[in-house]
């Protein structure tokens, strides 16, 4: 019971900072050694704090390692292919399955039967692509990655919706096809008609950093309809930057490291590639990427009040406030108290009949507590609060 409240306070926020039955079972188990393959992999501790921050950060990975590393450090999807030097090549079975064991997290499997920009599949290659997603969703693909071109530079719109007809219900991104097509906001609109929902671009440049004003422009005529990951040489120095200009939710990185291979001192040669070189996902190298966009897109996360117990606020939403599931006062006080300020109003004008604009309702917040002792009883405890 509240007994404390400062007579002036129109109005009494409680928010739950923890909810009893949201246990994850995975939280306080120890982490796994790098280099197992046969165990599914725990996540570190504390992860369950990471979750909520990193919702919208997928990692492409080539290998089991790699997608453990990534799943570890805070990916919260794979996008999951072969032959990252190639730019991403469809996946086997097996490759899936294993690291399906060995993750908690969406995986979604690229179609790409082969190297090359140009997108444009032969008769004999689309049949290809239509045989591997047949079998690849009965081996348990949470997701598809897929685009193709004609070759006059624009959407292959059949053989497209005949994936997307093929996969369903599962979700399809429209990947970095649409960097090489000739408009590519005018193709949004094809692609969002043929039902994909997300589309993985650099805005037409080597980097999503240099393509930052079409991806501004896609984000812009998409209208929510679809959602853009930016994608391509995105790290810890840029990620704040691109995310700010383009105010993406979602974005796409590979977080790699050379791993010099020192045992092998033979002259033959595998390919034209380096043979003593492989590249894996780092962990230290995701997670830092995760670390940016709390710190430096996000800092009203940081130290605030409260937090969304749920985990839903999209951290660079313009409208943050507007995507809550409660009501939330963060360290980013004047903007939240403008938010709070019309909410309250509007409810108290029902309330109370005195209210208007020209006093302001006061707002009191209070943190509250959910405990969830060993016989399943919850019990609060409110915490403290600010009045403003």
Same mark, same amino acid.
């Given at each position: 019971?509240l007994?404390?409240?400062d007579?002036?306070?129109? #109005?009494?926020?409680?928010?739950t900072?923890n909810?009893p039955g949201?246990d994850?079972?995975?939280?306080d188990t120890e982490?796994?050694?790098?280099?197992?393959?046969?165990?599914?992999?725990p996540r570190?501790?504390?992860?369950?704090?990471?979750?909520r921050?990193?919702d919208?950060?997928?990692?492409?990975?080539d290998?089991?390692?790699?997608?453990?590393?990534?799943?570890?450090?805070?990916?919260?999807?794979?996008?999951?292919?072969?032959?990252?030097?190639?730019?991403?090549?469809?996946?086997?079975p097996?490759l899936l399955?294993?690291v399906k064991?060995c993750?908690?997290?969406?995986v979604f499997?690229m179609?790409?039967?082969?190297?090359?920009a140009?997108?444009?599949?032969?008769?004999?290659e689309?049949?290809?692509i239509?045989?591997?997603?047949?079998?690849?969703?009965?081996?348990?693909?949470?997701?598809?990655?897929?685009?193709?071109?004609?070759?006059s530079?624009l959407?292959?719109?059949?053989?497209?919706?005949?994936?997307v007809?093929?996969?369903?219900?599962?979700p399809?991104?429209?990947?970095?096809?649409?960097?090489?097509v000739?408009?590519?906001?005018?193709?949004?609109?094809?692609i969002i008609?043929?039902?994909?929902?997300?589309i993985?671009t650099s805005?037409?440049?080597?980097?999503?950093?240099?393509?930052l004003?079409?991806i501004?422009?896609?984000?812009?005529?998409?209208?929510?309809?679809?959602?853009?990951?930016?994608?391509?040489?995105i790290?810890?120095?840029?990620?704040?930057?691109i995310?700010?200009?383009t105010g993406?939710?979602?974005?796409?990185?590979?977080?790699?490291v050379?791993?010099?291979?020192?045992?092998?001192?033979?002259?033959?040669?595998?390919?034209t590639?380096?043979d003593?070189?492989?590249?894996v996902t780092s962990y230290?190298?995701?997670?830092?990427i995760g670390?940016?966009e709390?710190e430096?897109v996000?800092?009203?996360l940081?130290g605030?009040?409260v937090?969304?117990h749920?985990?839903k606020?999209p951290?660079?939403?313009?409208?943050?406030?507007?995507?809550?599931?409660?009501?939330v006062?963060?360290?980013?006080v004047?903007?939240?108290k403008?938010?709070?300020?019309?909410?309250?109003?509007?409810?108290?004008?029902h309330l109370e009949?005195?209210?208007?604009?020209?006093?302001?309702?006061?707002l009191?917040? #209070?943190?509250?507590?959910l405990d969830?002792?060993?016989?399943?009883?919850?019990?609060?405890?409110?915490?403290?609060?600010k009045?403003?």
């Amino acid at each position: 019971m509240l007994t404390s409240v400062d007579p002036a306070t129109d #109005f009494i926020l409680l928010a739950t900072t923890n909810t009893p039955g949201c246990d994850n079972k995975l939280r306080d188990t120890e982490a796994a050694p790098t280099h197992v393959y046969n165990t599914r992999y725990p996540r570190p501790k504390n992860f369950e704090r990471k979750k909520r921050l990193f919702d919208q950060m997928e990692v492409c990975v080539d290998s089991v390692v790699s997608a453990v590393n990534a799943s570890r450090g805070g990916a919260s999807r794979l996008e999951l292919c072969v032959a990252l030097s190639e730019g991403g090549l469809t996946p086997t079975p097996g490759l899936l399955e294993i690291v399906k064991s060995c993750v908690h997290i969406p995986v979604f499997v690229m179609l790409r039967p082969r190297p090359g920009a140009d997108f444009v599949y032969s008769p004999e290659e689309a049949r290809i692509i239509k045989c591997d997603a047949a079998v690849l969703k009965k081996h348990g693909a949470d997701g598809f990655v897929f685009g193709a071109l004609t070759a006059s530079g624009l959407i292959d719109e059949i053989l497209c919706k005949d994936i997307v007809e093929i996969v369903a219900p599962l979700p399809v991104t429209f990947h970095r096809a649409i960097d090489v097509v000739r408009n590519p906001v005018g193709s949004m609109e094809t692609i969002i008609q043929l039902g994909f929902t997300r589309i993985l671009t650099s805005g037409g440049e080597r980097t999503a950093y240099a393509g930052l004003q079409i991806i501004r422009e896609l984000m812009v005529a998409s209208m929510g309809r679809i959602t853009i990951v930016p994608a391509s040489g995105i790290n810890s120095d840029n990620l704040g930057p691109i995310l700010e200009v383009t105010g993406a939710r979602e974005f796409h990185v590979s977080g790699r490291v050379p791993l010099k291979i020192s045992w092998n001192q033979s002259k033959c040669k595998m390919g034209t590639g380096d043979d003593d070189t492989i590249y894996v996902t780092s962990y230290d190298v995701v997670a830092q990427i995760g670390k940016v966009e709390l710190e430096e897109v996000n800092p009203h996360l940081r130290g605030g009040s409260v937090e969304n117990h749920l985990g839903k606020t999209p951290p660079n939403s313009p409208d943050r406030d507007l995507n809550l599931d409660l009501l939330v006062l963060s360290s980013r006080v004047q903007h939240d108290k403008r938010i709070f300020s019309k909410i309250t109003l509007v409810v108290l004008r029902h309330l109370e009949p005195g209210t208007s604009a020209s006093r302001p309702p006061r707002l009191h917040l #209070f943190t509250f507590e959910l405990d969830q002792p060993a016989n399943g009883e919850g019990r609060g405890k409110v915490g403290p609060g600010k009045m403003y």
